[in-house]
Antibody, heavy 121, light 107 residues
């Protein structure tokens, strides 16, 4: 069974930083694109960032571009999201999701349970 | 690509048919359109990909259709566990986007 387990969320002050992690099991991690999708309280879904296999390509939503860096360590089956200069509007549950499909055209077929980020003073 | 889902809320009774719409601001090529279900407090679950292909383990009462800019998720006979929120997502462009969601509630 494929499992994705996120960690690293928490309470952080505006302007602060966090690094989210997602450990994958039950799959050949290096073979799949991975993504971070967030959901603000009571709101819809927003794809924050995507990384292709081997990190060959990355995508960032305009809302986080320049403040976030997605990366992966295939030897550790782990996906990361480094978030800097955090703002109140970054408050959300962050889901790690496995990408499926053609290069650069991914839907998400497996999701983690999410980790909560709260940005507040 | 902006996705607009309608209606925002759909009020129906168990056993009824639900028709959810997802309209794209520009054509979605090769039917790169997916549907997800999200229950309260849970992560989204993939229902449909490629506009009409059911994901593994999804009951056949869920079906997807459409092409170009207009897509539909149909639930043929609503079960009690189907009264939750549904999102469409396009993956034609690298800027993956989701619709705003449709909540299916018990009438």
């Amino acid at each position: 069974e494929v499992q994705l387990v996120e960690s690293g969320g928490g309470l952080v002050q505006p302007g602060g930083s966090l690094r989210l992690s997602c450990v994958a099991s039950g799959l050949t991690f290096s073979s799949y694109a991975m993504s971070w999708v967030r959901q603000a309280p009571g709101k819809g879904l927003e794809c924050v960032s995507v990384i292709s296999t081997r990190g060959a390509g990355t995508f960032y939503a305009d809302s986080v571009d320049g403040r976030c860096t997605i990366s992966r360590d295939d030897s550790r089956n782990t996906l990361y999201l480094q978030m800097n200069s955090l703002r109140g509007e970054d408050t959300a549950t962050y889901y790690c999701a496995k990408g499926q499909g053609d290069y650069g055209k991914y839907y998400m077929d497996v999701w983690g349970k999410g980790t909560t980020v709260t940005v507040s003073s | 690509i902006v996705l607009t889902q309608s209606p925002g809320t759909l009020s129906l009774s168990p056993g009824e048919r639900a028709t959810l719409s997802c309209r794209a601001s520009q054509s979605v090529s090769s039917n790169y359109l997916a549907w997800y279900q999200q229950k309260p407090g849970q992560a989204p679950r993939l229902l449909i990909y490629g506009a009409f292909s059911r994901a593994t383990g999804i009951p056949d009462r869920f079906s997807g259709s459409g092409s170009g800019t207009d897509f539909t998720l149909t639930i043929s006979r609503l079960e009690p566990e189907d009264f939750v929120v549904y999102y469409c997502q396009q993956y034609d462009s690298p800027a993956l986007t989701f619709g705003g969601g449709t909540k299916v509630e018990i009438k």
